[in-house]
């Protein structure tokens, strides 16, 4: 049973390009959340998705961020423009959103941002 | 809104020693509490979780945490620090009620000394 799975770990981007982060949650779970670590900080939360829905984004920031949970295909965390700012490693949970583990998260290891 | 503060940034301890990081909490409900242990270069592992049943919660790796409602804390502990214990630990709070997500403190960074 693959917990879940976060790719690319490492993604290099130089300033301007677009960077995309996947993530397919563990099998059963249907609730998916990102979160942004930025050295010497704590996990930031971003977003939380369902299936086909935004359940809240009231951690992302207004421009040039985007997230999807497309009903079939992993999650998908998009940045465009990047800029040097951004660099950080995004992790991916994923949670049952019911039953006894609803609100356990398990987490990902994590894709690395570095913004040339 | 929830928020839990965790008191130290860096805590140092000597192997065989006792563990203690210290979390509080706030929130306007009853809240779940959770501790995750990141070693580096990795995701975030579950150690513990409160969710209202017993106050004294053991978790993996030998750690408990106790929850003080009155203090509004869930210190987390060991009585003897391994080598292998060194990593960053996060306490996050959880808010019963809607769909708020998990909130977490900033980390301790926990070091152990041979």
């Known amino acids: 049973n693959a917990g879940v799975m976060q790719n690319p770990r490492h993604l290099v981007r130089r300033r301007g390009q677009e960077a995309r982060l996947r993530c397919s949650p563990m099998?059963?779970?249907?609730?998916v959340y990102w979160y942004r670590q930025l050295p010497e900080e704590g996990l930031k939360f971003m977003v939380y998705?369902?299936?086909?829905?935004?359940?809240?984004e009231s951690g992302m920031p207004k421009e040039r961020f985007s997230a999807e949970f497309p009903k079939e295909g992993p999650s998908i965390l998009r940045i465009q423009q990047v800029v040097r700012g951004d660099s950080a490693a995004y992790f991916c949970?994923?949670?049952?959103?019911?039953?006894?583990?609803?609100?356990?998260?398990?987490f990902g290891a994590g894709s690395r941002l570095t913004v040339l | 809104a929830q928020s839990v503060t965790q008191l130290g940034s860096h805590v140092s301890v000597s192997e065989g020693a006792l563990v203690l990081l210290r979390c509080n909490y706030s929130?306007?409900?009853?809240?779940?509490l959770f501790w995750y242990v990141q070693y580096p270069n990795q995701g975030l592992q579950l150690l513990l979780k409160?969710?209202?049943?017993?106050?004294l919660v053991k978790g993996i790796n030998g750690f408990e945490a106790e929850f003080k409602k009155s203090e509004t804390s869930f210190h987390l502990t060991k009585p003897s620090a391994h080598m292998s214990d060194a990593a960053e630990y996060f306490c996050?709070?959880?808010?019963?009620?809607?769909?708020?997500?998990?909130?977490f403190g900033k980390g301790t960074r926990l070091s152990v000394i041979a």
């Open positions: 949970a994923s949670s049952p959103g019911r039953g006894a583990g609803a609100n356990v998260l398990t």
């Open positions: 099998k059963g779970h249907s609730h």
């Open positions: 998705l369902q299936k086909e829905n935004i359940i809240d």
């Open positions: 929130s306007s409900v009853p809240p779940y």
């Open positions: 409160y969710t209202s049943a017993a106050t």
């Open positions: 996050a709070v959880f808010q019963n009620s809607g769909n708020t997500p998990l909130v």
